[in-house]
Every structure is written in structure tokens, then in C-alpha cells.
């Protein structure tokens, strides 16, 4: 049984879970029958599980865990429950039509809705506050990208009542960013500490009367089960929900990469402090640039900030020693000091990292393969606290055989094609990282757009 220290270390979220013990729940006692099989507490797994059992409390469910519930990104992201969401809106709606593309659009808009009415009923204390998201531009060029971003919002039917463009007076009464020229902003996202949610999340469907098998590896998933270290569990549907872990599993190492985000967070700041950043509305905050910066204000007053940029490893090979990356976090608190000033030379008390689950096109997918009882959800390229709740309910419909409105959205039964086999994905996916780090440095000396080198950079991460 793995030390609830190691559990603490992974992530600011799981180290301030005063209340919870993190041990490990009773693993599962041996082969097993039920009529679905959820592989993984993360949230995609125990979404699925809440909304199957309270739709059908007859349901036999159960969740099987490697670790334990919220171990995976969901205890260790950046605690954005937003309403963006992976995918292609061109290539969707080829496939199923403009307003199909827009349907799923506005269904995760609700979903940022739905996850706050759920902590409410169930009592999860996950610290959410729907204050927006906020994407600064500190250069001419990120200002066109916002821009250009908000044209494209209103070609897929966003008003300016979903994301409009502040002026750096606006922006300024929301939080005082160095340099900020202008920001685009969305009320389509709460803040929420994220693995407060989680593990809310599972004591939630423990009492609809599900079991989670924590410390239950599951070493292979095939048509009418999930094999385990501890035995088989049989089922008539057997879900994976294994997100940025699903290249552990075999047959599954080229469906999925696993891609590292970091994060740190500093030590909670004076009042002097935020008298002068501002940021009392808890808007989550991206900053511009190709690697990505996002932050947050914590509810104990700390800045948790986190961004792209570590390598992919050969293999899609997963370590807890990947975790953290010193050239990344230092990154980052540079990063960090030049955002926001007043926060520089703050204590940084933790440091941290995991893996996402990347498709090959960046679009995010669940489906169900009724011939085989097959199920999955996920590649939400980071933006998978809102997304695997409308995954979740959307599995549960699938499950049911419930033809509601949410099983005809577009990225039901979207199958991204594999990636690359090694060396190939290594070199791509390792030259896209270079290329974004280039792409931004070359920006912020010459305050021009790299074009030659953002092309470049769309081939690499385009399908």
C-alpha cells in the first residue's frame, strides 16, 4: 500500500486535504460480476458512475482504481471547470453539421452550471466560484490573437454575452496584470480546487451504493471484462476512464499520449499583496503565448500557476519522477514574477506536475461500442473538469440506451486516428514543444508575429 505522503506530494490540492486521510479504500476482494465496469476514479470515472446509479439505483457498478480516487489529473490540475472544450469545430462539423458543432458548444456551457448544482446537492465543498475566465495580452501580437479568436468565436455563434474583449481599464478592475493591453473574457468557468471535488466526488458515489477498489491495478480491458491484479471483473460494459493513463493499458499506447502539464503554487500572500493585484472576482487567468500559462487565486489566497512546456517521454512512458521538471518551474516563477509583480518572491511551497491525455487531432471523444460493450471517454487536452461531467452524463445515456439530446452531440463516437508509432512520435511531439518555446521568445523580441514558425507549429499539432 502506497504511503499517503506520496499521495500529499503530488499536487498542492491532495497536500491541503486537512480532512481526508488519503488512505487508500479497501481494494477489490476478487473476481467479481456487476453489469458495468468504470476503470479509474478520476472524474471521467466516477461522473459516469454518479449519473449511471442515480439514474438506475438497480445498477450493478463498480470503479476500479490503480491508486486512489483523484490521484490522475483530477487531484493535480489546474482547477478550471471551464467550458472550453477539445475539438475541432471545423472537422466536427463536416462530419455532422455547423449546428451540431455549436449544439455541443452550449452543452458545455450548461456543464459549467451542472458541476456547481451538483457540489451544492451533494455537499462537496470544492471551494467553486464562477467568476470567469479571463486571456491577457501583454504584446501587440497576443492582443491579435485574442482578436482573431474572438472572430472565430462569433462565427460559431458566441454573443458577446459568452466572450467579449475587455479594455486594459476593464481588465486592470479585474486583476492588474504587468503590462496587460486588453483581455478577452468568459463567464463560462468557475474556480474550484479541484481535488476537493474529486474526492467529494467519490464519498458521493460510494452513498449512491457503489463500490471504488482503490489500489486495484487493471492490467488489460477485452469484451466482457476488466482484468486485475486481483482478479477478473466481469460486465456487460466495461468503461475506460483512464484519460492521460491509458497508454499503461495494452493495445491502447498509440490511442492516447500522455503529454505533462507542471504547476506550483506560493505560499498565500499578504493583504498588501492583493490590494495591489486585485483579483477579488476568482477569474481564472491564461496569459498569451504558444506554451500557455493559466492561473488561479486560491480560496486561501495563494496564486496556483501552471503551463505547458515539459517533455514528452519516449514511449509515452509515465514516471512520478516526470512530475516535476526544474527548467519548467522555473519557467513558471519567472513567469509568474512578470505577470504579477507584488507576487514575486513569494514562497513557492509546492511543485508538481501529471500527465494529460492527448488525442491525435486534439479532439476529445466518448463513445460506446454496443457490439463490443466497450466504453470510453476523454482526450480533453486539459480542459476535462467540466468536460468529463457532460462525458459522464453523456455514458450514462449511451449505457441506458437513453436517446436524449446528449448522445447526438458530435464528439459521440468520434474516434481520433493513433499516433505516430516511436521514433516518429517522439520527434514530433518534442519538435511542436520546441516550436512553441521558439515561436514565443522569437514574439516577445521582435513583437511580431513568427510566422514561419507558428506554420510550422499547426503541422505538428494539426491531424
Not at 504547476?263 to 483579483?279: N, Q, R, S, V
Not at 505547458?308 to 509515452?316: E, I, L, T
Not at 462525458?391 to 449505457?399: F, V
Request: hydrophobic letters at 40%; glycine letters at 12%.
Amino acid at each position: 500500500m502506497t504511503d499517503a505522503s506520496f499521495y500529499r506530494s503530488r499536487s498542492l490540492w491532495l497536500d491541503r486535504l486537512a480532512d481526508d486521510p488519503l488512505h487508500p479504500r479497501p481494494a477489490l476482494p476478487g473476481p467479481l460480476e456487476v453489469d458495468v465496469a468504470i476503470v479509474g476514479a478520476g472524474y471521467t470515472g466516477l461522473w459516469t458512475a454518479y449519473y449511471l446509479r442515480r439514474a438506475d439505483p438497480g445498477l450493478r457498478v463498480a470503479v476500479l482504481e490503480r491508486e486512489v480516487a483523484g490521484f490522475g489529473a483530477s487531484g493535480r490540475n489546474g482547477g478550471w471547470c471551464s467550458a472550453f472544450i477539445a475539438m475541432d469545430r471545423e472537422q466536427l462539423a463536416r462530419r455532422a453539421g455547423r449546428g451540431a458543432a455549436i449544439a455541443l458548444q452550449r452543452a458545455m456551457f450548461d456543464t459549467v452550471d451542472e458541476v456547481g448544482r451538483v457540489a451544492e446537492r451533494e455537499g462537496i465543498d470544492c471551494h467553486y466560484v464562477k467568476g470567469g475566465a479571463l486571456q491577457v495580452a501583454a504584446s501587440p501580437v497576443q492582443l491579435a490573437r485574442l482578436e482573431a479568436g474572438l472572430r472565430h468565436a462569433r462565427a460559431w455563434g458566441m454573443g458577446e454575452e459568452d466572450q467579449r474583449l475587455l479594455d486594459r481599464d476593464e481588465t486592470e478592475r479585474r486583476v492588474r496584470v504587468a503590462g496587460v493591453l486588453a483581455a478577452a473574457f468568459t463567464p463560462h468557468c468557475a474556480a474550484v480546487d479541484p481535488a476537493r471535488l474529486a474526492r467529494g466526488l467519490a464519498v458521493a458515489v460510494e452513498r449512491l451504493g457503489v463500490p471504488v477498489y482503490e489500489s486495484t491495478p487493471v492490467t488489460g480491458i477485452r469484451p466482457g471484462r476488466a482484468d486485475t491484479t486481483r482478479g477478473p471483473v466481469r460486465a456487460e460494459v466495461v468503461v475506460r476512464a483512464t484519460e492521460g493513463y491509458s497508454a499503461t493499458l495494452p493495445g491502447t499506447r498509440r490511442e492516447v499520449l500522455p503529454l505533462y502539464s507542471l504547476m506550483l503554487a506560493t505560499e498565500p500572500l499578504p493583504a498588501a499583496a492583493w490590494d495591489e493585484i486585485g483579483w477579488s472576482g476568482r477569474e481564472t487567468m491564461a496569459a498569451g503565448g504558444h506554451q500557455f500559462t493559466y492561473a488561479q487565486r486560491t480560496h486561501d489566497d495563494r496564486i496556483a500557476l501552471g503551463g505547458r512546456g515539459a517533455p514528452y517521454h519516449f514511449g509515452s512512458r509515465i514516471r512520478p519522477g516526470y512530475d516535476r521538471d526544474g527548467r519548467v518551474h522555473a519557467r513558471l516563477e519567472a513567469a509568474l514574477a512578470q505577470l504579477l509583480p507584488p507576487a514575486a518572491g513569494a514562497r513557492i511551497t509546492h511543485r508538481w506536475g501529471g500527465p494529460l491525455g492527448i488525442p491525435r487531432d486534439w479532439t476529445a471523444s466518448v463513445g460506446l461500442d454496443r457490439a463490443t460493450g466497450l466504453a470510453w471517454a476523454g482526450g480533453y487536452v486539459g480542459d476535462g473538469v467540466a468536460a468529463a461531467n457532460l462525458a459522464g452524463r453523456t455514458l450514462a445515456d449511451l449505457i441506458r440506451g437513453n436517446d436524449s439530446d446528449l448522445v447526438r452531440l458530435p464528439w459521440v463516437q468520434h474516434r481520433s486516428r493513433p499516433w505516430e508509432p516511436e521514433p516518429l512520435r517522439w520527434l514530433g511531439v518534442n519538435t511542436a514543444r520546441w516550436l512553441a518555446a521558439s515561436t514565443d521568445a522569437s514574439e516577445q523580441r521582435s513583437g511580431r508575429p513568427a510566422r514561419l514558425r507558428g506554420r510550422l507549429l499547426d503541422l505538428f499539432l494539426g491531424d
